[in-house]
């Protein structure tokens, strides 16, 4: 049995740790909410951006064929993968959900004769990726708290010159979705090439719902045209596409890290209740022990 100095040792330990795990959930709780303000403020703005493409394209017809984002590729041997992950870890399996969710992607990919280029957001991501001694095409780190749209930007500028170059024939990201604090769902989603059933999907799934209440609407005169105004939109789409995936993972981000660390500290308080009842167990074995050294001592005296 550990003496009791040991065990008050150990408490002492668990209890600044416990200090350390609490203090961080409060943290996350307090970043969680602006992170929730947030998406809050952009869904509406992603899901409009959406629909407003995908009535262009329905408007140009054929003709949205010659908008390069909507046109395939002739054959595909390529295909980008976008993992979105944090820069920290004490999350529980948020990161490692995503990178397991990308390799076994590129695993699919591998078995059907295609190649994978790596892109990665978050110094989790790009580390898990390089440590698999995979080459990244393109690291993004330093923003994964609070991601900016000019980060999305830079993002989205890399895959669609990467797409116009004929470098990557699809791009696809994965990033956990945010559902609330202990749900985080890993999402896939088909950046390039755009298809007409993805813009349908917006972003949110409320492209399907503006179709009926369109049907009431006078036809709409495009100036420019439908496929100019393609030509501009769909950029929009995919940056707006990337920084709601950035935003939607920070949150989920916050969300799991206070679960983790709430668990954690709760997990601490069972451990101090169990040293505790150690301690005074070494304790009152000490008392023990000394109380019969002191009865053999009087014996021997008597």
């Not at 040991?6 to 668990?14: F, G, H, L, P, T």
């Not at 790009?126 to 095409?137: A, D, K, P, T, Y």
């Amino acid at each position: 049995m550990a003496s009791q100095r040991d065990v008050k040792n150990k408490i002492a330990s668990v209890k600044n740790i416990q200090k350390i795990t609490r203090a961080m959930e409060m943290v996350a709780a307090a970043r969680l909410r602006r992170a929730e303000q947030r998406i809050s403020a952009l869904r509406p703005y992603a899901d409009a951006i959406g629909r407003m493409t995908r009535q262009a394209a329905q408007a140009a017809g054929a003709e949205a064929a010659r908008v390069p984002l909507l046109r395939e590729h002739d054959s595909e041997t390529n295909v980008a993968l976008l993992l979105i992950t944090g820069d920290r870890g004490l999350a529980g399996g948020f990161n490692s959900q995503i990178i397991r969710a990308g390799v076994r992607l590129s695993g699919e990919m591998t078995e059907q004769g295609l190649s994978s280029s790596w892109y990665a957001t978050g110094r989790r991501g790009v580390s898990s990726v390089s440590f698999r001694g995979h080459e990244l095409s393109g690291s993004y780190t330093g923003f994964a708290d609070r991601p900016a749209y000019a980060d999305a930007r830079t993002i989205a500028d890399d895959l669609i010159q990467a797409y116009l170059d004929d470098r990557v024939d699809r791009v696809e990201m994965l990033y956990n979705s945010y559902v609330s604090p202990l749900t985080q769902h890993v999402t896939r989603q088909t950046l390039l090439p755009l298809s007409h059933e993805a813009l349908g999907e917006g972003s949110g799934g409320s492209g399907e719902s503006s179709e009926p209440s369109q049907a009431g609407h006078a036809a709409v005169d495009y100036e420019p045209d439908p496929e100019k105004i393609l030509r501009r939109l769909v950029p929009d789409y995919i940056e707006i596409s990337i920084y709601r995936a950035l935003v939607e993972s920070a949150a989920g981000f916050f969300g799991a890290q206070m679960t983790a660390m709430r668990s954690a500290s709760e997990n601490a308080g069972e451990l101090i209740t169990d040293y505790t009842l150690q301690m005074n167990r070494a304790r009152q074995a000490e008392i023990t022990q000394e109380i019969m050294e002191v009865v053999a001592g009087a014996e021997g005296l008597t």
